[in-house]
């Protein structure tokens, strides 16, 4: 139980440095695009910059992590390029997507954490009962 909680805190840190690096990249192109066509300083803020491996369910982005392109991604700290990356300007259909994500990732952290608390709570249920009955087991013996 203890390894699984361990490897959903890790995933869920992944995730969330994949949607700082997503942030990150919405910005970083919508500079680029105001910088090719002189938009007004709105364009950060009208891109959407949705990234399409955010629909991923957990399996299919763990494959990603550990593919090359992946490893490529979170060594180097940024995504570059402009593949994956939703180019409309106020898009209805990912609206709010970074509020949308990080809830998401912060809702599942506190479910870990709930569980890790669980977790730890039944150990320490089970150490102090193993305690009891070894106290036991001694006073009998005497």
């Not at 695009?33 to 709105?42: F, T, V």
């Not at 763990?62 to 593949?83: K, P, Q, T, Y």
């Not at 609206?95 to 479910?111: F, P, S, V």
């Not at 320490?124 to 036991?136: A, H, I, P, T």
């Amino acid at each position: 139980m203890k390894i699984a909680i361990k490897r959903q805190q890790t995933r869920l840190g992944t995730r969330s440095q994949f949607i700082s690096m997503a942030k990150d990249r919405q910005k970083r192109v919508a500079d680029e695009l105001r910088g090719e066509i002189d938009q007004s300083s709105k364009g950060i803020k009208e891109l959407c910059g949705f990234d399409i491996r955010l629909a991923m369910d957990d399996d299919e982005f763990a494959d990603w992590c550990e593919s090359e392109e992946g490893h490529a991604v979170f060594s180097r700290g940024e995504i570059s390029g402009r593949d994956g990356l939703c180019m409309r300007k106020k898009c209805e259909k990912h609206k709010y997507w970074l509020r949308i994500a990080m809830e998401d990732i912060e809702l599942e952290e506190r479910l870990v954490n709930e569980g890790a608390t669980m977790v730890l709570a039944e150990e320490n249920g089970q150490r102090e009962r193993q305690d009891v009955k070894s106290l036991m087991e001694s006073q009998r013996l005497k």
